[in-house]
């Protein structure tokens, strides 16, 4: 068998299945061949398998071959390493995903549904994210802890210059309630009934952009509920388009805008999320 040292075989052996955000770093692994490619192209075996180097370096010429024996069993061998790496986290309770809102283009006076969770360029906030998760991480010992109470606060939206736009009372961003997972299916407690995240309208600020409205719960569960276990506590915001119910999990009321000149403003407001761990009873 022959073939040409110059060929080289794209192959993603140092793939990373990563839970978290960082996947630690790998220890650098090689591959081997039981294939040995001779200077004219001709492809022997070997016995003992050759370390060949990293399969994702673009200057390995060497293929990892199992080449199978003119003799014997007619066995041959290769071998690869890839890494599967995990971020565990014991003993606290984590703000892990808040989702990003994007209402389109909309006019003055009108309830615009969600359109889908992506972040324009210009807006302020770094940590939202395009999937519309919003998710807490609950790994306390949960026969000693009371849950948490998560809130939203809206804050005052602004143009791209930063100026604070005036109109007839506040902006209200609507998240109606949605079914909270633990990452593979919806969580119930004993009686059967479905964990939800509560109905909230936040209203903007209409005083200073640097200020937020009032908070409103949006998640909260204490160990009166059989649903509070340790886990991921998953709620998804979606469009119509991508939800499961095919109803978009928020709106937004846009008040009337006092300025009628001709122009098209992209305006943004931050959203402040607040995880709070509940008081212990008889504590």
Same mark, same amino acid.
């Given at each position: 068998?022959? %073939?040409?040292?110059?060929?080289?075989?794209?192959?993603?052996?140092?793939?990373?299945?990563?839970?978290?955000?960082?996947?630690?770093?790998? /220890?650098? $692994? =090689?591959?081997?061949?039981?294939?040995?490619?001779?200077?004219?192209?001709?492809?022997?075996? *070997?016995? *003992?398998?050759?370390?060949?180097?990293?399969?994702?370096?673009?200057?390995?010429? $060497?293929?990892?071959?199992?080449?199978?024996?003119?003799?014997?069993?007619? +066995?041959?061998?290769? /071998?690869?390493?890839?890494?599967?790496?995990?971020?565990?986290?014991?003993?606290?309770?984590?703000?892990?995903?808040?989702?990003?809102?994007?209402?389109?283009?909309?006019?003055?006076?009108?309830?615009?549904?969600?359109?889908?969770?992506?972040?324009? =360029?210009?807006?302020?906030?770094?940590?939202?994210?395009?999937?519309?998760?919003?998710?807490?991480?609950?790994?306390?010992?949960?026969?000693?802890?009371?849950?948490? *109470?998560?809130?939203?606060?809206?804050?005052?939206?602004?143009?791209?210059?930063?100026?604070?736009?005036?109109?007839?009372? =506040?902006?209200?961003? &609507?998240?109606?309630? $949605?079914?909270?997972?633990?990452?593979?299916?919806?969580?119930?407690?004993? +009686?059967?009934?479905? %964990?939800?995240?509560?109905?909230?309208?936040?209203?903007?600020? /209409?005083?200073?952009?640097?200020?937020?409205?009032?908070?409103?719960?949006?998640?909260?569960?204490?160990?009166?509920? /059989?649903? !509070?276990?340790?886990?991921? !506590? %998953?709620?998804?915001?979606? +469009?119509?388009?991508?939800?499961?119910?095919?109803?978009?999990?928020?709106?937004?009321?846009?008040?009337?805008?006092?300025?009628?000149?001709?122009?098209?403003? +992209?305006? &943004?407001?931050?959203?402040?999320?607040?995880?709070?761990?509940?008081?212990?009873?008889?504590?």
């Amino acid at each position: 068998m022959k %073939l040409s040292r110059n060929v080289l075989v794209g192959s993603l052996a140092v793939s990373g299945m990563v839970l978290g955000a960082i996947a630690p770093a790998m /220890t650098a $692994q =090689a591959a081997t061949s039981t294939g040995v490619i001779g200077s004219d192209g001709t492809v022997t075996h *070997t016995d *003992t398998p050759q370390n060949i180097g990293d399969l994702n370096n673009p200057e390995n010429g $060497q293929l990892a071959i199992a080449m199978d024996k003119t003799e014997g069993d007619g +066995s041959g061998v290769a /071998t690869a390493t890839s890494n599967a790496a995990v971020k565990v986290v014991t003993g606290v309770l984590v703000l892990d995903q808040v989702p990003d809102f994007n209402f389109g283009t909309a006019v003055s006076g009108q309830q615009k549904d969600l359109v889908d969770n992506t972040r324009p =360029a210009d807006a302020k906030s770094v940590d939202g994210n395009a999937d519309g998760n919003l998710s807490v991480l609950e790994s306390r010992d949960v026969t000693k802890t009371n849950g948490f *109470t998560l809130t939203a606060q809206l804050g005052q939206f602004t143009d791209a210059n930063g100026n604070p736009v005036s109109g007839d009372g =506040a902006f209200t961003l &609507n998240l109606l309630s $949605q079914p909270v997972s633990n990452g593979k299916e919806t969580i119930t407690d004993d +009686s059967g009934n479905q %964990l939800t995240t509560q109905a909230a309208a936040l209203k903007s600020s /209409t005083t200073t952009p640097s200020s937020v409205g009032a908070a409103a719960d949006v998640m909260t569960i204490d160990n009166k509920s /059989t649903a !509070y276990k340790a886990g991921q !506590y %998953l709620a998804k915001f979606n +469009s119509a388009s991508t939800s499961a119910d095919k109803k978009a999990g928020a709106n937004l009321v846009i008040p009337n805008i006092s300025d009628h000149s001709a122009a098209v403003k +992209s305006l &943004n407001a931050p959203i402040t999320w607040t995880l709070k761990t509940n008081a212990v009873q008889g504590a």
